[in-house]
């Protein structure tokens, strides 16, 4: 139990060291120090700062996924109307607003970390493999033309790039509360981004 306790500590402490100091600057020196945890005790459960990062992949998705529970979706990816399925979108990205308010740490990581040369290839396969949930609604959303139809990682790329601006811009920096209008008011602006109309 103490071992999952320190690696998830280790994995907080570096979501919230990239958040104050970026994905750069972030070190295992300066992780130590943060969540007062022996350079040498890190090293014993990662290798370095890589590992800790592309191990922040798994432990990210899996917040997200235990939140959204992107399961539940699979009926609605056939079979269904558009207006169905403009619905669980609705409601699936109203979640994830949700989770990224609560955790405005993942989002940041989510967001400068697929461009970053510290993930390898085969994490960021895994991320795409993540992202499924994603790829089925915009799909099949496209192929109904309710969306416009470019290319998926592009409208994936806009839709976390738009909650990033609006919960650490917002949100955080200027203490603002996300109530139920003002989460309506966030996809209709993601959704008015997508909508082929």
Same mark, same amino acid.
């Given at each position: 139990?103490?071992?999952?306790?320190?690696?998830?500590?280790?994995?907080?402490?570096?979501?919230?060291?990239?958040?104050?100091?970026?994905?750069?600057?972030?070190?295992?020196?300066?992780?130590?120090?943060?969540?007062?945890?022996?350079?040498?005790?890190?090293?014993?459960?990662?290798?370095?700062?890589?590992?800790?990062?592309?191990?922040?992949?798994?432990?990210?998705?899996?917040?997200?996924?235990?939140?959204?529970?992107?399961?539940?979706?699979?009926?609605?990816?056939?079979?269904?109307?558009?207006?169905?399925?403009?619905?669980?979108?609705? !409601? +699936? *990205? &109203?979640?994830?607003?949700?989770?990224?308010?609560?955790?405005?740490? $993942?989002? #940041?990581?989510? =967001?400068?970390?697929?461009?970053?040369?510290?993930?390898?290839?085969?994490?960021?396969?895994?991320?795409?493999?993540?992202?499924?949930?994603?790829?089925?609604?915009?799909?099949?959303?496209?192929?109904?033309?309710?969306?416009?139809?470019?290319?998926?990682?592009?409208?994936? !790329? +806009? *839709? &976390?790039?738009?909650?990033?601006?609006?919960?650490?811009?917002?949100? $955080?920096? #200027?203490?603002? =509360?996300?109530?139920?209008?003002?989460?309506?008011?966030?996809?209709?602006?993601?959704?008015?981004?997508?909508?082929?109309?």
């Amino acid at each position: 139990m103490e071992f999952l306790h320190t690696k998830e500590k280790i994995l907080t402490g570096m979501l919230k060291l990239i958040w104050e100091v970026g994905l750069e600057r972030s070190s295992i020196a300066l992780l130590s120090q943060k969540i007062k945890i022996s350079p040498g005790n890190i090293y014993y459960y990662y290798k370095g700062k890589e590992e800790i990062i592309n191990s922040l992949c798994f432990y990210c998705f899996d917040q997200l996924n235990s939140t959204i529970k992107p399961k539940e979706y699979i009926a609605f990816y056939d079979n269904c109307s558009v207006e169905e399925l403009e619905k669980e979108f609705k !409601s +699936f *990205i &109203t979640k994830m607003i949700i989770f990224y308010k609560n955790n405005p740490h $993942i989002i #940041n990581y989510v =967001t400068i970390v697929n461009g970053s040369s510290y993930i390898k290839k085969e994490m960021k396969k895994k991320i795409r493999v993540e992202k499924d949930v994603y790829w089925k609604f915009l799909e099949k959303l496209k192929e109904n033309k309710a969306i416009k139809d470019v290319s998926t990682n592009i409208l994936i !790329s +806009f *839709i &976390t790039s738009v909650l990033h601006d609006v919960i650490v811009q917002d949100v $955080i920096l #200027n203490n603002l =509360t996300l109530d139920d209008k003002k989460i309506d008011s966030l996809f209709n602006l993601i959704w008015s981004g997508l909508s082929s109309e």
